[in-house]
């Protein structure tokens, strides 16, 4: 059973920071690429931040050069480094994470169960 835990959320002020961790456990084999999506109330889920396995990253237009995703292999946990927060930005985040549990298996598409972040203005 794999598992994603996510903490890291909370309120913060507009132009404040904050530091969203996620962690995988259970039975994995390896982990590809892993990442953020965020919905907001009324709104589809949207993707924020990827990263690869290489540490490739990609980032949603709304967020370049205010967030940052990082990963540590070692410790199966993906970061997202939020700063320049906005009121736009307040959302549940949900961690992915596409791990292959099973050797010979392809990868699958696993989700934590959301962080609330609240921007106030």
């Known amino acids: 059973q794999v598992q994603l835990a996510e903490s890291g959320g909370g309120l913060v002020q507009a132009g404040g920071s904050l530091r969203l961790s996620c962690e995988a456990s259970g039975t994995i084999v390896s982990i590809n690429a892993m990442g953020w999506y965020r919905q907001a109330p009324g709104e589809q889920r949207e993707l924020v931040a990827g990263?690869?396995?290489?540490?490739?990253?990609n980032y949603a237009d709304s967020v370049k050069g205010r967030f940052t995703v990082s990963r540590d292999n070692a410790k199966n946990t993906v970061y997202l480094q939020m700063n320049s927060l906005k009121p736009e930005d307040t959302a549940v985040y949900y961690c992915?994470?596409?791990?292959?549990?099973?050797?010979?298996?392809?990868?699958?598409?696993?989700w934590g169960k959301g962080t609330l972040v609240t921007v106030s203005s």
């Open positions: 992915h994470a596409e791990i292959v549990p099973v050797a010979g298996f392809y990868g699958m598409d696993y």
């Open positions: 990263i690869t396995s290489g540490a490739g990253t």
